[in-house]
């Protein structure tokens, strides 16, 4: 019985390893990140930050045309606040971020992909810029240390290995630990970048 029961586990073994393929690579990309409120706050007009993103992924198809892949990234989140002439006021945030994404390939090469992400906070800094000379504050006890949200988009890889994607992060979180009354603040942001497939 024991015998049967490990013949049969090494053949769905082998079986698994001929359908599913798994691929590793690497990732790095700009970031555009803004937050978005409820509603209007005196003084606030949030506006496009840039930042990057960089990291690793698995790849695994698990169907014709079909594959699930896990990604581990360093990311950058944020918003200008405020900017007037050369003065500003940003918010800087950085995560650990895990994606999880389902991923169909329409035509050779090209693929759709969605899935919920969750990212640990890391840093988040308050930075004032006055005709050149910052101020920065640490805010991340003021800033929810879990944010999660969906992303989607679409990449392209050749048959070398080298891919792009491009891809949109709406965050689900209400980032603010402080009391705000009804309005919430939320991340969102859009990945471009580079990808290598080992």
């Given at each position: 019985m024991k015998k049967t029961l490990l013949i049969a586990a090494l053949t769905l073994a082998g079986t698994a390893g001929v359908f599913a393929?798994?691929?590793?690579?690497?990732?790095?990309?700009?970031?555009?990140?803004?937050?978005?409120?409820s509603e209007?706050?005196?003084?606030?007009?949030?506006?496009?930050?840039?930042?990057?993103?960089a990291g690793v992924f698995?790849?695994?198809?698990?169907?014709?045309?079909?594959?699930?892949?896990?990604?581990?990234?360093?990311?950058t989140a944020g918003s200008?606040?405020?900017?007037?002439?050369?003065?500003?006021?940003?918010?800087?945030?950085?995560?650990?971020?895990?994606?999880?994404l389902a991923r169909y390939q329409l035509v050779e090469g090209l693929r759709l992909e969605v899935g919920p992400q969750v990212g640990?906070?890391?840093s988040a800094k308050s930075v004032v810029d006055m005709?050149?000379?910052?101020?920065?504050d640490d805010i991340k006890d003021n800033t929810e240390s879990i944010d999660f949200g969906l992303t989607g988009g679409a990449s392209y890889q050749l048959p070398v290995g080298v891919g792009i994607f491009a891809r949109y992060y709406a965050g689900l979180t209400d980032l603010g630990k402080e009391d705000t009354g009804d309005v919430t603040i939320k991340n969102n942001n859009i990945a471009v970048g580079l990808t290598y497939t080992f």
């Open positions: 393929q798994v691929n590793y690579g690497v990732k790095a990309g700009v970031n555009l990140s803004n937050m978005s409120l209007d706050v005196d003084g606030w007009d949030p506006g496009m930050l840039t930042g990057f993103n698995v790849n695994t198809e698990v169907a014709e045309n079909f594959s699930i892949q896990p990604e581990l990234l360093y990311s200008v606040i405020a900017e007037e002439g050369d003065d500003s006021w940003k918010q800087k945030l950085s995560y650990l971020s895990l994606p999880v640990l906070l890391l005709g050149g000379e910052e101020v920065e």
